[in-house]
T-cell receptor, first 117, second 110 residues
Framework: DTGVSQDPRHKITKRGQNVTFRCDPI?????LYWYRQTLGQGPEFLTY????????KSRLLSDRFSAERPKGSFSTLEIQRTEQGDSAMYLC???????????????FGPGTRLTVL | QKEVEQDPGPLSVPEGAIVSLNCTYS??????FMWYRQYSRKGPELLMY????GNKEDGRFTAQVDKSSKYISLFIRDSQPSDSATYLC??????????FGQGTRLTINP
C-alpha cells in the first residue's frame, strides 16, 4: 500500500498522560500536514511541513502540542498532558509540492482516533 | 462566522436520484475548491478539485464554482448506495492549509 499511513489507529489514554502519533507520507511527497477532526465537524488545520521545516502552525496548536519531521520523511505529533478536549481524530495528509504547482492535492491517511478518559 | 459554511444534513435520497451538495464561503482569497468524500472512521478521499469559477465533470460527479456568489456545489447523478458517506468541501487560497466545511452526511437508500 503506497498511501499515507498512520500509527496507531486508535489510542485510549488517561488525562494527563503524553501520547505520540506517527505519520508516514506517500514516499515522494515533500509536504506533510496534520489536521484534527472532532465528531460532526470537518478537519481543522494544525500544522504543515515542507521537507523537515515546519512552516506554519495553527493557533489551535497549543504549547502542549509538538510536531516534528526530522528527516523530511515520517512525522510525529506529540500531545503532552492530555485533556479530555483533545479527544478527536488526528489526520495526516501529504502532497507533492514543487515550484509552480498550484493545486494543493492533499492525500489523507486513515487517522488516529484519540480518546482521553 | 466560519470561513466555510456547509449544511451538515443528514441528507437521505433514493437510489438513482440527483444529489446536490453545497458550500458557501466568506474569504474571497480562496482560489482552489475541492470536494472530499469520507466514509465512516476513514480519512477523507479527494473526489474533485476546481480552480476559479466554472464547472468540472468527472463521471457521475460535477463540481461547480461561482466565485461571484462565493458558492460551490457538487452534483452526483445516478446516485448509488456506495455513495453514502460524508462529503466535505475544502478551500485553499494558495497558503497550503485547507479550510474545510462541516461536512454533509449523505445516505442513498436502495
Amino acid at each position: 500500500d503506497t498511501g499515507v499511513s498512520q500509527d496507531p489507529r486508535h489510542k485510549i489514554t488517561k488525562r494527563g498522560q503524553n501520547v505520540t502519533f506517527r505519520c508516514d507520507p506517500i514516499s515522494e511527497h515533500n509536504r506533510l500536514y496534520w489536521y484534527r477532526q472532532t465528531l460532526g465537524q470537518g478537519p481543522e488545520f494544525l500544522t504543515y511541513f515542507q521537507n523537515e521545516a515546519q512552516l506554519e502552525k495553527s493557533r489551535l496548536l497549543s504549547d502542549r502540542f509538538s510536531a516534528e519531521r526530522p528527516k523530511g520523511s515520517f512525522s510525529t505529533l506529540e500531545i503532552q498532558r492530555t485533556e479530555q478536549g483533545d479527544s478527536a481524530m488526528y489526520l495526516c495528509a501529504s502532497s507533492l509540492g514543487f515550484g509552480g504547482q498550484k493545486v494543493n492535492e492533499q492525500f489523507f491517511g486513515p487517522g488516529t482516533r484519540l480518546t482521553v478518559l | 462566522q466560519k470561513e466555510v459554511e456547509q449544511d451538515p444534513g443528514p441528507l437521505s435520497v433514493p437510489e438513482g436520484a440527483i444529489v446536490s451538495l453545497n458550500c458557501t464561503y466568506s474569504n474571497s482569497a480562496f482560489q482552489y475548491f475541492m470536494w472530499y468524500r469520507q466514509y465512516s472512521r476513514k480519512g477523507p478521499e479527494l473526489l474533485m478539485y476546481t480552480y476559479s469559477s466554472g464547472n468540472k465533470e468527472d463521471g457521475r460527479f460535477t463540481a461547480q464554482v461561482d466565485k461571484s456568489s462565493k458558492y460551490i456545489s457538487l452534483f452526483i447523478r445516478d446516485s448509488q448506495p456506495s455513495d453514502s458517506a460524508t462529503y466535505l468541501c475544502a478551500m485553499d487560497q494558495g497558503a497550503q492549509k485547507l479550510v474545510f466545511g462541516q461536512g454533509t452526511r449523505l445516505t442513498i437508500n436502495p
